[in-house]
Nanobody, 116 residues
Framework: QVQLVESGGGLVQPGGSLRLSCAASGSISSIRTMGWYRQAPGKQRELVAAVISGGTSTYGDSVKGRFTISRDNAKNTVYLQMNSLKPEDTAVYHC??????????WGQGTQVTVSS
């Protein structure tokens, strides 16, 4: 099994920046993809960004050009740098892995609130 612990959420003003971190432990060698999803109240969960083992990344349309995902394999950690934040980015952000056996692991989530 893979365990995930997120950190870095908080309250930020519109136009500001935050960096989220997600540290993985457990069956690290089974991880194929690491990424971030978010869910706002009353809305469906959506993909924010993901990066596969080879380094290729993908982003949700609403965050392209503003968010950057990176992965430090030596630290088993994935980061999400969020710039030019907007109120509509307010959500609970969950770290996620897609593992070699097809299973997914989820972190507990970290709240990001963008408000003046």
């Amino acid at each position: 099994q893979v365990q995930l612990v997120e950190s870095g959420g908080g309250l930020v003003q519109p136009g500001g920046s935050l960096r989220l971190s997600c540290a993985a432990s457990g069956s690290i060698s089974s991880i194929r993809t690491m990424g971030w999803y978010r869910q706002a109240p009353g809305k469906q969960r959506e993909l924010v960004a993901a990066v596969i083992s080879g380094g290729t990344s993908t982003y949700g349309d609403s965050v392209k050009g503003r968010f950057t995902i990176s992965r430090d394999n030596a630290k088993n950690t994935v980061y999400l740098q969020m710039n030019s934040l907007k109120p509509e980015d307010t959500a609970v952000y969950h770290c996620n892995t897609l593992n070699g056996d097809g299973s997914r692991s989820w972190g507990q989530g970290t709240q990001v609130t963008v408000s003046s």
